[in-house]
């Protein structure tokens, strides 16, 4: 709880702006991070930087916890208020700055969902590749405090390959930019990068200069069913050995088709008893032909490894549709019971070793799992169901298995998040991935932004 | 000076791998910046990590300034030992340990030349696309250490978008690796990042791994003169604002070119006394019919900026005359007088103003400049030639004239390097585009690296 004198300060910084009902403070306690609920003391509305300033320069003085949430669709439980205190939402900062279509950048706020900014840059020829499957719902500034990916980011990069500058404020209230709107900086530490990914802990995002590219004119989509999920994997390195870099390489296990064609009420693909699993192939740039070709190149590929009928999406209709069962498979699969959601990443070669130790293990453990993710960049997401275990193993057991299963993904030269982050659900397995050196490391830097350990306490670390 | 106590440390535990001639500690004094020559007392050449960490740890504990060294054709001094004490050279560190074809990877030491890098990967029809004029003799280890950029970045990225992994030595002779061999990461502060462009002052690399793609099959090159540098400068955006990402887009002015072809001794280039610059485009693919048309674009958007009849390569032997003419023009420039080179960087639609100013402040205070540069990232050298000038005005009213110069960079959004760093001789602007807070992050985040201040001490700070 916090104190009534910290209370009305807030208040009357804010205003209407400042919510301490039970209601809403309930809601701002979650994310989508499994059934966590963690109310906040207080929820705060801040809309410019000055007013962010004048919070955490008070949160700083009296050592008050504050958690900086962005939409809340994070997966790690980043924005969740498990030590109580202020949450700050950052859902007025919703305005697109300037797109500068002279020099490819935009200047955006934080709380611009990430597809209004796309359509934004869309309408002036200019694309923004990374979209997380929330892309419809998440902020632009928890993509950059998480570095999310997304789909396109097998050829365009995450988002850290997209952010020329940030404008963020400090715990001690003070405000800076990190860098400047170049495409290359080679002055002084890398301030931008180090920001990027640190899921709120070091500072609060207030503005975000962005990159932007020409938009491809052109894609073409194909769904490919494999009798063998393995060897839906091994395809995967060999269309980059085979010189294409597609624009979305994706794989989904047949449960997570099956559960997102019922759980969005799409029946259009059929899956057959003997389909296990799918890759979704993209290819994407300015000339059809060009694409055409790769894509017969693919199919030329794909003819070593046993699939069955390719479905080339013949509409934008179709394309969308087969998309929306990939975004989808998120919220499908999660549908059917408690879950946990792990995010391994491994060099893309090693992707069928790694299916194989996910289900070893789940056989050992005696757990399902329902994989998918991008598998492009070799990166897995694996999402394990209650169902009927029991909540003894839920606690005890599980844990155990996860680390048995991430310490096989570093083996392979992988990491326990590609673009979920560490947040508060994956901190117990950190070492693995980190000895004390690095983490001692990650510690002293956090503390030189954040001496009183008042941002995002606990997360991460 | 190094107490003998030391000297005698270091020859025991590198034998004839340690140098206290005068002679080839002068060689190891200087690198390619200006005239400046500061010889260490001692001159060591480990290679192993272990060695390296003995070494530090050694330095760590006694405080004795380090400078690590790469090929030493770093342009900011980042590599001179200003301090004294011990010059590590990572020359020894010279091989490639592994190129991981089925990931698309290559495992690496610090001391392997850039080029020959490049050639290694190409012949697994692999591309390393970032390559600094210098790429037939700097160092892969130093590029990182910079985060250098060259030609090909505006297509491809810089030295950070290649990086996945580091392997470092800590001024504590701790040796860690900073992330994993994967696409994406979101695991923990990016530490790789982190220490991208940290010029050798917070850790010394040992290992890199880097990320690799497919080797383009083709490329065309073409040469354009203008009548007016300032129209070539506004060419440059137009060509992206028209859909086209080069993988070359480089400025030079027609001092740049008479001067790199009488130092090479190349006259193939008609320069007639109305061209003011030219610009070098190059495109590439896979598609040799795509990039016809992208050159049809290309000339199409430049008739409206008034050119000379365009060069186009017929031939690889002119292409790599075409690129030599443009990788030589530093030296050649270099070559006619005392020099400073600034490396400005400013977003290119900028880029008109920027050179605009340039001229004007050379004006002002009397100096003669000669710029080229890769106009596509908005990065403009501007060489600024000794000649004529008094010592006293080089020494006291020449940094004015930067420091006006920088200062109109900064007010376009641009920063004081785009890939050469801050090293020694740009040190003294830095507060043009960081202020007091930003210094002080910078600061503590060394000090956590480096308690002791031992590692390239004055570089940067």
Redesign the interface.
């Known amino acids: 709880m916090l104190a009534g004198v910290h209370l009305m300060f807030f208040e009357e910084l804010l205003g209407n702006r400042s919510f301490t009902d039970v209601e809403i403070r309930k809601i701002y306690g979650s994310d989508e991070t499994e059934d966590l609920n963690f109310p906040p003391a207080i929820v705060l509305k801040p809309n410019t930087p000055e007013e962010v300033s004048a919070i955490l320069s008070y949160c700083h003085e009296n050592q008050i916890p504050v958690t900086p949430a962005g939409a809340r669709t994070g997966l790690s439980g980043g924005a969740l208020s498990d030590h109580g205190g202020v949450l700050i939402s950052m859902e007025k900062f919703d305005k697109i700055i300037e797109i500068?279509?002279?020099?490819?950048?935009v200047t955006v706020e934080p709380g611009v969902i990430t597809q209004v900014l796309q359509n934004a840059v869309k309408e002036k020829?200019l694309f923004y590749p990374p979209d997380p499957a929330s892309k419809g719902s998440c902020f632009i500034g928890g993509n950059v405090s998480?570095?999310?990916?997304g789909p396109k980011?097998?050829k365009y990069?995450?988002t850290?390959?997209y952010v020329l500058n940030l404008e963020i404020v400090?715990p001690s209230g003070?405000i800076?930019w990190?860098?400047?709107?170049?495409?290359?900086?080679?002055?002084?530490?890398?301030?931008t990068?180090?920001i990027?990914?640190?899921e709120g802990t070091?500072a609060i995002i207030t503005k975000i200069v962005l990159k932007l590219?020409?938009h491809p004119t052109h894609d073409m989509l194909m769904l490919v069913p494999f009798y063998d999920a393995q060897k839906a994997c091994e395809a995967v390195?060999a269309i980059?050995?085979a010189?294409?870099?597609p624009s979305g390489l994706e794989f989904m296990e047949r449960d997570a088709l099956i559960y997102t064609q019922a759980f969005v009420g799409e029946s259009s693909i059929e899956i057959a008893e003997n389909h296990a699993a799918h890759l979704l192939i993209e290819v994407d740039g300015?000339?059809p032909?060009?694409l055409m070709?790769e894509c017969e190149k693919i199919v030329g590929v794909l003819e070593c490894f046993e699939t069955d009928e390719i479905l080339f999406a013949d509409s934008e209709a179709q394309k969308n549709t087969l998309w929306s069962l990939r975004r989808k498979a998120g919220e499908a699969v999660k549908s059917q019971s408690m879950y946990k959601e792990e995010?391994t990443?491994?060099?893309?070669?090693?992707l069928p070793e790694l299916l194989g130790h996910i289900k070893r293990i789940g056989t050992k453990y005696g757990f399902h799992s329902v994989c998918y993710g991008?598998a492009g960049?070799?990166?897995l997401h694996v999402n394990i169901l209650k169902g009927n275990l029991s909540d003894e193993f839920w606690r005890d057991e599980l844990p155990i298995a996860i680390r048995e299963l991430f310490s096989e993904v570093?083996r392979l030269?992988?990491?326990?998040?590609?673009?979920?982050?560490?947040g508060l659900v994956q901190k117990p397995y950190?070492d693995i991935?980190?000895?004390e050196?690095?983490m001692r490391?990650?510690r002293?830097?956090?503390k030189?932004?954040d001496p009183h350990n008042i941002l995002n306490p606990g997360k991460?670390f």
């Open positions: 500068d279509e002279k020099n490819h950048q020829g998480e570095n999310s990916g980011a097998v990069g995450v850290k390959d400090l003070e800076i990190t860098g400047a709107n170049v495409l290359k900086n080679a002055t002084g530490y890398n301030l990068q180090l990027i990914g640190s070091l590219i020409p390195a980059f050995q010189g294409i870099i300015f000339d032909d060009q070709t995010d990443v491994v060099p893309r070669f090693y991008h960049d070799g990166n570093a030269g992988g990491t326990i998040s590609g673009e979920h982050g560490i950190l991935v980190f000895g050196t690095e490391l990650m002293e830097i956090k030189v932004f991460i």
